[in-house]
């Protein structure tokens, strides 16, 4: 294939492929790394082909980082064209809820439907242990 027509890789193409990468603590939920925030930046090389992932982490003491590195580099290779990924765990920003968007934030949010009678029950247990130490 000629150089001019070869298939060049764009950020919108790589962060579309991370709407598929799930946080592990949020797959059952469908949320992806992009729906959290977790991603700082995407740059692809002036080769068209090499790319660069920024990741944030919701934690410095998340115990899936190693997986979701290797998640990212695993499925932005999959994207025709890529060559060398490089997915790295970036510390200059710090990740906030704020970072996510609307329908993350709906999809991890339970409704106050759910939590009302939660609530009652651990007050109710509050009271009882506060009769119980009297």
Same mark, same amino acid.
Request: net charge negative.
């Given at each position: 294939m000629p150089e001019s027509e070869e298939r060049h890789v764009t950020p919108e193409q790589v962060l579309e492929v991370l709407q598929t990468c799930y946080d592990p603590c949020c797959k059952e939920r469908s949320v992806s790394v992009v729906e959290l925030g977790l991603i700082q930046g995407v740059q692809v090389?002036?080769?068209g082909?090499?790319?660069r992932v920024? &990741? +944030?982490l919701t934690s410095g003491w998340c115990p899936f980082s190693t997986h &979701? +590195?290797?998640m990212i580099d695993q499925h932005v290779s999959e994207i025709?064209?890529?060559g060398e990924v490089d997915t790295e765990i970036v510390w200059n920003t710090v990740w906030t809820p704020e970072r996510m968007t609307a329908s993350a934030k709906e999809k991890l949010t339970l409704p106050?439907?759910?939590l009302l009678p939660l609530r009652q029950r651990r007050l109710e247990r509050e009271a009882q242990a506060s009769q119980n130490s009297i």
């Open positions: 090389a002036e080769n082909h090499d790319v920024e &990741l +944030l &979701l +590195l290797q025709e064209g890529v106050m439907a759910q």
